[in-house]
T-cell receptor, first 113, second 112 residues
Framework: DGGITQSPKYLFRKEGQNVTLSCEQN?????MYWYRQDPGQGLRLIYY???????QKGDIAEGYSVSREKKESFPLTVTSAQKNPTAFYLC????????????FGEGSRLTVL | DQQVKQNSPSLSVQEGRISILNCDYT??????FLWYKKYPAEGPTFLIS?????DKNEDGRFTVFLNKSAKHLSLHIVPSQPGDSAVYFC???????????FGSGTKLNVKP
């Protein structure tokens, strides 16, 4: 079955540690996205990538980094510079053109202790 | 600045009645409008969409209406079912900005 796989589903981190969230898709989609969801807020875009080896900052990129070395993979690193990293993180993908809906993974909940 | 606003954080409806979820947006240049449904601890799933050249799109119990002059989008669910209880996000896409913008979500509770 085609889809998006995020791992881990739950992650605990000590302050000052970097952590990497995995996102893999087998939908052959060109575009991939990382969103963050906080209680009472919409999904906010962290980074996105339209093609391999290229990515752009979203609205809240500070304290995060990404890479897009393969079409299928778009890992997100939450660095120690991110001041409020505790959140629910969602990875998504879509066809680049024509625009279609986003397909989301199940999410990763990161808690900083 | 919020490009997309869902002003009602929650909505409660009796089973069998109509649910109406609303969304307002700021930019008349948005091209594509979508609704997503989200259960707790899961990723959102696509529900229904409409392009800017249309004013209505229907899919079974779900109908999306677009009022471009008012910059307003709504989702009608009729009849509502308890399984529809979830958080609903509206989203917009702009070819100019090349990205999606999401509202803050409305939590729908359909009471049996």
């Amino acid at each position: 079955d085609g889809g998006i796989t995020q791992s881990p589903k739950y992650l605990f981190r000590k302050e000052g540690q970097n952590v990497t969230l995995s996102c893999e898709q087998n939908l052959n989609h060109d575009a991939m996205y990382w969103y963050r969801q906080d209680p009472g807020q919409g999904l906010r875009l962290i980074y996105y990538s339209q093609i391999v080896n290229d990515f752009q900052k979203g609205d809240i990129a500070e304290g995060y980094s990404v890479s897009r070395e393969k079409k299928e993979s778009f890992p997100l690193t939450v660095t120690s510079a991110q001041k409020n990293p505790t959140a629910f993180y969602l990875c998504a993908s879509s066809k680049r053109t024509p625009i279609g809906e986003l397909f989301f993974g199940e999410g990763s909940r990161l808690t900083v202790l | 600045d919020q490009q997309v606003k869902q002003n009602s954080p929650s909505l409660s409806v009796q089973e069998g009645r109509i649910s109406i979820l609303n969304c307002d947006y700021t930019n008349s240049m948005f091209d594509y409008f979508l609704w997503y449904k989200k259960y707790p601890a899961e990723g959102p799933t696509f529900l229904i969409s409409i392009s800017s050249i249309k004013d209505k799109n229907e899919d079974g119990r779900f109908t999306v209406f677009l009022n471009k002059s008012a910059k307003h989008l709504s989702l009608h669910i009729v009849p509502s079912q308890p399984g529809d209880s979830a958080v609903y996000f509206c989203a917009v896409w702009s070819y100019n900005f090349n990205k999606f913008y999401f509202g803050s979500g409305t939590k729908l509770n359909v009471k049996p």
